[in-house]
């Protein structure tokens, strides 16, 4: 590296003339960069300089300092410049031509997911209705999840095929009614709730089974409760959430924890009844199992059976989801496929 031994204003000035003119003459970007290092690098010119300004005759030094700074300036000044002119020049010649036709980069936002635009659908269908939100752990002991739920231990749901066990009496929870317990044992009565969450079960996975899915519950418990406030709250919210000529029926079934217990379908809103492929020619769709409240669960949370009635249901948020969106396959929806869940937003 070049090195000063002695200095004067003028040795100064011609040098920053001669960077200038280097940067200038510089026919690349790299010739450029040579000549920063060359001037004003840390083992270039510009450090000498400032370190032999100490050197000048006090009466010089001011000026000795203006012709450095002004060295320093300068060639930084034209090495910017002749930067410059080098890109335009290469973006000009060589650079693609700038479309502004082309549409621009796809910035996309996120959109809800189909089960979370369910539940969202479902908890502001409820709460016009009154019902609160209500939650429990995914965990749960087997008292909640069964016993309580007038569920005998010989039940086939307690078998291990079944049931994800923890060990110790815990469980992956199988059903979201264990909230209802959890609900009305730390709530007296008057209860209006829905919860919705997750649920296990030690399922094959294939088209319409998946071993995690959701449910939502729902618990009405109050003064004459009855099972044409069940059929009237259902309808209502089938109809806002599948469209207003939705019909809904009950069939008899049996759960533990309900007296009468019903399973509830809604006319197929795909085929309007006729019959088609998405009800298997039924006319019918199963949406919900329901129930008055046994008075045995009642007994179990210490609620009076005599003074209180209640009607409950819960419900696959999948299906629903499946059903609203006619998504054939339940793992579409765990698969995370991005392509898939843009169509929701
Ligand atoms: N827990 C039931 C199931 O997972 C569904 C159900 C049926 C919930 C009747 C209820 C009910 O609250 O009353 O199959």
Redesign the pocket.
């Known amino acids: 590296m070049a090195e000063i031994f002695w200095m004067n204003l003028a040795e100064i000035d011609a040098l920053t003339a001669e960077g200038v003119a280097g940067a200038q003459q510089a026919a690349t970007v790299d010739a450029v960069e040579a000549v920063r290092i060359q001037y004003l690098g840390r083992k270039g010119l510009l450090p000498q300089i400032m370190k032999g300004l100490k050197d000048f005759a006090p009466a010089e030094r001011g000026a000795a300092g203006r012709s450095a700074n002004a060295f320093k300036d300068s060639i930084t000044a034209a090495i910017e410049a002749r930067l410059l002119a080098l890109r335009g020049a290469a973006g000009a010649v060589a650079g693609p031509a700038f479309d502004y036709t082309l549409p621009g980069s796809w910035r996309g936002l996120g959109s809800l997911h189909p089960v979370s635009l369910v539940i969202t659908d479902a908890v502001r269908i409820f709460s016009r209705m009154g019902f609160a939100v209500a939650e429990g752990p995914d965990i749960e002991n087997a008292y909640n999840n069964f016993e309580a739920l007038n569920t005998p231990a010989h039940h086939p749901s307690l078998a291990e095929t079944d049931t994800f066990w923890l060990g110790k009496g815990e469980l992956l929870r199988?059903?979201?009614?264990p909230v209802?317990i959890r609900v009305m044992q730390s709530h007296p009565p008057p209860v209006r709730i829905i919860t919705p969450g997750r649920?296990y079960r030690r399922d094959t996975t294939d088209a319409t089974h998946s071993a995690s899915f959701h449910?939502i519950?729902?618990?009405y418990v109050d003064r004459q409760v009855s099972l044409a406030d069940l059929k009237g709250t259902l309808a209502a919210f089938m109809r806002a959430m599948m469209g207003p000529d939705v019909g809904v029926r009950f069939r008899p079934h049996f759960?533990p924890?309900?007296e009468p217990?019903v399973e509830c379908d809604f006319s197929c809103h795909v085929c309007g009844g006729k019959g088609c492929r998405v009800c298997k020619q039924s006319g019918w769709i199963e949406i919900?199992?329901?129930?008055m409240?046994d008075p045995r669960v009642f007994g179990k949370v210490g609620y009076d059976a005599e003074a209180w009635t209640g009607?409950?249901?819960?419900?696959g948020v999948e299906r629903i989801a499946m059903i609203k969106y006619g998504i054939p396959d339940i793992r579409m929806l765990y698969e995370n496929d991005a392509r898939f869940l843009a169509q929701f937003g």
Do not use: I, P
């Open positions: 199988t059903q979201t009614s209802q649920c449910q519950e729902g618990l759960f924890f309900t217990s919900a199992g329901a129930g409240v009607f409950a249901f819960g419900m």
